[in-house]
């Protein structure tokens, strides 16, 4: 992954340099622009007050008064010059009684007229103001001795440029930058060396190709990823996870416990229940959960929880679990012939004629009669083939099977629902293995009543499955407990059901069905299990 350091952007350190000293830069120049505004700002005020002055002691001396009124011109330019020269003014300006310029800096303005523009010495009123954003002029009135105004004096001085402000401080400002680089150079340095410690020595790029990359493997791999905090909140969740947890507006940042999940599946996620290949189902899917937790220098981060859609791979396992029940049912049966005919070939041996025919018609009617009401009722060949396997498991354990005279179990058609007959022989199996769990070895009767109704291949049609035990019942508030994944754990309690319930709850839901437990009616023992499979309409395969 690691590849040379800097790429487009250059190395951390330069690019934390060169930004730095931008915003230094930028910085300073505000600063100084802001201190050029002030400056102007209070050389306009200053020199306003000063230009003031210099205007009312001009227009103050008495010789330059009677030169206005007597119209003598020619004693005022000494009197202007000499004021320019002590004040320091850039130029003053004496003006007569009719607005015509008498003694200026400029000749060339001499005898022209004077534009006071607002000022409002002419109504004779001191007015200082900058008429052309450049120039401070205080004009003040020349009053004479019968209160008329005789004339105006006006004084200017010119304010200096933002550059020649900014030349007029460029050593500071070139200290200020020389300091700026220093710091900089050193702040970029050691925040360089602070930020390559955090990310593990790599550059920005190579962070950002770290992430892509994560990104693409996320969304290439068939597995779902979560990935978790401390605090078992989500910080990554890829598409396929999102999918398989039905998850559409998860967010990172969410709490597990906050995102509406089922007990088991939240355990799983949480690490409440420990242990590889957890299997959990969600809805209609079978999902195998792996977690791992994550340490980094020896403390814990998070864990990161892998899934896989397992959904086709658990059902045909049941069903393949299934045919080995079925087989070890036969292999029981063959043993249990076997020992029937060692008996009747030593009853004939010690002559009892009478007694083999005797052992053998009790045999034949034992048998005969469990497959005559099978075949009668049940027109399903698999369904019928799993009954009559299940009725010898069930002995075995000294459990009676009984099937309800009233069922009636049309057949199916495998080219209009070819999963229907496999369905039903996953839902009514885990029950009756269930039922046989819960009621063997239990003191009193050990009784499993099977019903069946429905079937056909008609659209609309459904199957119903009924199956009743003598065992010790399911408390009401554990009837939506016992199908869910992993309700092994209270096994003891509930006669072993566990996950063959939950497979059956999802072999019904897939087809849009129900399945469910109430008690036993009143005065019996045992719990009622209730199973609704719909037939699949026409062309469409579930």
Known sequence: MRRRAGGTGGPLARQFLVW??????????????????????????????R????????????????????????LLPSFARSAENLSGADEIEIVDAGLVVRTSPDPSRVRQRFDPGASTAPQGRAWVGNP???????????????????GLVSAGIRAPSLWESLAGARAETGALLGLALVVGLLGSLLLARRVRRQTLGLEPDEIVELVQRREAMLLGIKEGVVGLDTADRIT?????????????????????????????????????????????LRDTRALVLNRRPIRVDGRDVGAVVTLRDRTELTTLQHRLDASHTVTDTLRAQAHEFSNRLHTIAGLTELGEHDEVRRFVAGIVAASEGWRREVTAGVGDPATAALLVAKNSQAAERGVELA????????????????????????????????????TAGRDGPRRIEIGLAGGGDTDGDEVWVEVRDSGPGIASELAEEVFRAGYSTKAAEIGGRGLGLA????????????????????????????????????????
Request: charged share 25%; hydrophobic share 45%; net charge negative.
């Open 403 to 438: 099937l309800d005279p009233e069922s009636r179990l049309d057949p199916t058609d495998p080219d209009h629902d070819p999963d229907l007959s496999a369905d039903l022989v996953t839902v009514l199996g885990n029950l009756i293995d269930n039922a046989i769990d819960a």
């Open 132 to 150: 052309d954003g450049r120039t401070v002029v205080a004009q003040v009135p020349v009053i004479d001795d019968r209160g008329a105004v005789a």
């Open 51 to 74: 230009m003031l002055s210099v205007a009312e002691d001009v227009a103050s001396v008495p010789t330059v008064r009677e030169a206005l009124q007597t119209r003598r011109y020619d």
């Open 20 to 49: 730095q000293l931008v915003v230094v830069v930028v910085l300073l120049g505000a600063v100084a622009a802001l201190a050029a505004v002030q400056s102007s700002e209070s050389f306009r005020e200053t020199q306003g007050r």
């Open 236 to 280: 990554l969740l890829n598409p396929v996870a999102r999918e398989l947890l039905e998850l559409p507006g998860a967010r990172e940042g969410d709490a597990v416990a906050d995102l509406g999940l089922d007990d088991r599946l939240r355990e799983v996620l949480t690490g409440a229940a420990d242990g590889e290949d957890q299997l959990v």
């Open 503 to 542: 497979l059956a709850r999802q072999a019904c839901l897939r087809r849009g069905g129900t399945i469910a437990v109430r008690p036993a009616p009143a005065g019996r023992a045992g719990a009622v299990f209730e199973a609704v499979l719909p037939v699949a309409p026409t062309g469409v395969r579930v």
